[in-house]
């Protein structure tokens, strides 16, 4: 069965720095685009950042300067190092695989989620 399993998230201050890490099996994860969602308590899941097969890019408006994601292929890792982590930030974060498409003027969207991880907690507070 395809497993994709979140790691690193923590309590982190306002300003710190937290590396997320989502590690998939089960699957050829060399041909899924991968990406990192949120959800806050109350709130909807919102995309994060996208990673197409070949290292092409996106992110959410809110994350831009502060949040990098990459993919490590011989790992089966998908990481999203967090910078300048904002109390806004706080959320249970989640990684996804699936197809994508190229969007003008953003890079990759996933447009379907074939599977999730269970995610990780994020907590951002002084």
């Known amino acids: 069965q395809v497993q994709l399993v979140e790691s690193g998230g923590g309590l982190v201050q306002p300003g710190g720095s937290l590396r997320l890490s989502c590690a998939a099996s089960?699957?050829?994860?060399?041909?899924?685009?991968l990406a990192w969602y949120r959800q806050a308590p109350g709130k909807q899941r919102e995309m994060v950042a996208c990673i197409s097969t070949n290292n092409r890019t996106n992110y959410a408006d809110f994350v831009k300067a502060r949040f990098t994601i990459s993919r490590d292929n011989a790992k089966n890792t998908v990481y999203l190092q967090m910078n300048s982590l904002q109390p806004a930030d706080t959320a249970t974060y989640l990684c996804?695989?699936?197809?994508?498409?190229?969007?003008?003027?953003?890079?990759?969207?996933?447009?379907?989620?074939?599977?999730w991880g269970q995610g990780t907690q994020v907590t951002v507070s002084s």
């Open positions: 996804t695989a699936g197809p994508s498409r190229l969007e003008v003027g953003a890079g990759p969207v996933i447009y379907r989620h074939d599977y």
């Open positions: 089960g699957m050829i994860f060399s041909i899924y685009s």
